[in-house]
């Protein structure tokens, strides 16, 4: 890939992008991994299960959503059924292979296919799925989709600037701080300064053999505990 690159004027311009073309938007097909399965959300599937998962959580976990929480089964089908069911965002439940059961909702969103820019997001983990390998292993899932399978350029992780827990999670998995679009939105009747954090092209493929490295097997005990942590696989 070339530099950036100046002009006949002599100004400063982008790195040429030879050959691009627009890229397919994702489809509503099912990413098989070896701790979870991701699958586009269906409420006759899904919607019990995870407001069964979600009963078990305090009213912290959506304090940065912008949706719920939710006071019975049918209301949170009811949200489903009104908000998960188009392109964009295009949500997918987290689905746990062992269990079978849904235990976390994601969803792409943003998704610009002539540029080749995708945002993941929408994100809630029920506690049973909170600091799991399926955790982690869904977030790769989704990430190889956009890179390896669509080619997109960009993949990109948006959140409340207050939200701590979501700013290391993104860090963690190797998406690169880029700042804070002050008052960019509201929510919930207050304001959201939102921090924007990215994936390119060219940093995938060194984060996607440290996601490999980290999920295999291998690298858990027979009680399932990491040998080694995500970080020390990352670039």
């Known amino acids: 890939m070339s530099e950036d690159t100046n002009n006949t004027l002599g100004q400063p311009i982008g790195f040429d992008v030879p050959g691009w073309q627009a890229c397919p938007p994702p489809p509503r097909t099912a990413m098989q991994g070896r701790t979870c399965r991701i699958e586009p959300i269906d409420p006759d599937a899904h919607a019990a299960d995870l407001f069964d998962a979600n009963s078990a959580a305090d009213d912290g976990l959506w304090t940065y959503m912008a949706y719920g929480p939710f006071d019975s089964s049918g209301v949170y089908r009811a949200w489903m059924e009104s908000a998960c069911m188009g392109d964009d965002p295009l949500f997918h439940a987290i ?6 059961e849904a235990m976390g909702v994601a969803s792409y969103l943003r998704i610009e296919p002539a540029v080749g820019v995708i945002e993941v997001g929408n ?6 799925l909170q600091k799991t390998v399926a955790a982690t292993e869904s977030m790769y899932l989704m990430m190889r989709r956009v890179f390896d399978e669509l080619g997109y350029r960009r993949y990109e992780w948006k959140c409340d600037a207050l939200n701590a827990p979501s700013r290391a999670a993104a860090l963690r998995l190797g998406f690169q701080y880029e700042g804070i679009f002050r008052q960019a939105t509201m929510y919930k009747g207050r304001n959201r300064d939102t921090a924007w954090f990215a994936i390119t092209d060219k940093d995938w493929p060194a984060l996607k053999a440290g996601f490999e490295a980290w999920i295999d097997s291998e690298n858990f005990d027979a009680d399932g505990h990491q040998r080694q942590s995500l970080s020390a696989f990352m670039p």
């Open 123 to 128: 994100i809630c983990y029920a506690p049973a």
């Open 95 to 100: 689905v746990d292979t062992a269990t079978g």
